[in-house]
């Protein structure tokens, strides 16, 4: 009986263990993109222009680059390579298109960075005028691969108005083009005329870590005062150099707001603020300087040492502030750090770099400043 048994048993495991294991079940299949038509009308950016490119004709090494040609060799080798993002770059265009289609190649294969989405590393974003003037936010592109083709928006309300659509934040651009359905009115949008507010800072003046282009408080205030801006902003690089302060000189701006604390030590703020500032007060008497204290990090209330830097590179910029208002350095303003990002530490992504919450918190306390200083 017990032989039986134990016979049965094993007849029993054998055959389960020749059973095939079962199959993990298939992954779903992303979603196709939308066919483009193939008669789609396709209009290349770069026959009119986009904001934010500043000096003029100058020769490009690439026509998105931020900087001119001349500018490699003068500017630190980091500095010029970042500065061939397209950050604060936007082209406007006009178009009763029921549709709006783009294609981009980027420059660079890596399309996100672990603290920022492709979106904002390497998207497109559009936005729109709405029937009072105001801008609206669209749609942003979600990039997969360095070429990209795809329906930005479709079902879109008749009429024809006015768009706005944010280059790449952290990604350089090769070619750019919008596209419509056939039929439909388009027209390109040269740069305005106005005088550009030029944001010359760091990692966060270049975009990080935004959800996407349109978010960056250089852009949001874009909007808001409704005027070009120029992003000068450069990942770990931004420190007052003179090389890029020539090159801001060159352009006769509406204002220049200096942000470069975060990449700064406090003896680097009183070696090379009052320099800077009296440079471009040089090249440009009456152009408004806006100074900006480093934002804080999100967690300095646990972190001591990083609230004595935030302490002592304040108190460096207070100091060379003063000193120029005491020599009589006209049109220059100020702007503290402490709530950047807001006191409630919900305003940055890693404690360092702004969420879209933080940008928004930013813009809203530049604007007065600068709203005051354009006067």
């Not at 350095?329 to 990002?341: E, F, H, R």
């Amino acid at each position: 009986m017990k032989s039986s048994l134990l016979l049965a048993l094993v007849l029993a495991t054998t055959v389960v263990a020749q059973q095939p294991a079962p199959k993990p079940a298939a992954k779903p299949a992303p979603p196709k993109a939308p066919a483009i038509p193939a008669d789609t009308a396709w209009h290349d950016v770069t026959k009119w222009g986009v904001e934010g490119r500043g000096w003029g004709d100058q020769e490009r090494k690439r026509w998105f680059d931020r900087f001119p040609a001349k500018a490699e060799g003068k500017v630190t080798p980091a500095v010029w390579s970042l500065s061939r993002d397209s950050a604060g770059m936007m082209v406007r265009f006009k178009t009763d298109a029921k549709a709006i289609y783009t294609r981009y190649t980027l420059a660079k294969t890596n399309l996100a960075m672990p603290h920022m989405p492709a979106t904002g590393v390497s998207g497109l974003d559009l936005y729109a005028r709405d029937d009072k003037g105001r801008w609206k936010w669209v749609q942003v592109t979600r990039p997969s691969s360095p070429k990209v083709e795809a329906m930005i928006i479709s079902d879109l309300a008749p009429g024809l108005r006015e768009y706005a659509a944010y280059l790449p934040l952290y990604n350089g651009i090769e070619s750019l083009q919008i596209g419509v359905p056939a039929g439909a009115k388009f027209e390109g949008l040269a740069p305005r005329a106005e005088k550009p507010i030029i944001f010359y800072g760091t990692s966060i003046t270049h975009g990080a870590c935004a959800s996407r282009p349109g978010m960056v408080h250089t852009a949001i205030l874009g909007r808001r005062f409704d005027r070009p801006v120029m992003n000068v902003g450069f990942s770990g690089n931004g420190r007052m150099d003179a090389a890029v302060g020539d090159l801001l000189g060159e352009v006769d701006a509406a204002a220049y707001v200096i942000d470069c604390l975060p990449n700064m030590q406090p003896a680097d703020v009183t070696a090379k603020c009052i320099p800077l500032v009296k440079q471009l007060r040089a090249a440009r008497p009456n152009t408004p300087i806006v100074l900006v204290e480093d934002r804080r990090f999100t967690n300095d209330w646990i972190t001591p040492n990083k609230k004595k830097f935030h302490d002592d590179n304040h108190a460096a910029l207070r100091a060379a502030y003063e000193q120029l208002k005491k020599e009589g350095v006209a049109k220059l303003s100020y702007i503290p750090g402490d709530a950047l990002y807001g006191t409630d530490t919900e305003g940055a992504t890693d404690a360092s770099h702004a969420s879209d919450l933080g940008f928004m918190r930013q813009a809203d306390l530049f604007e007065p400043v600068i709203r005051a200083a354009l006067k």
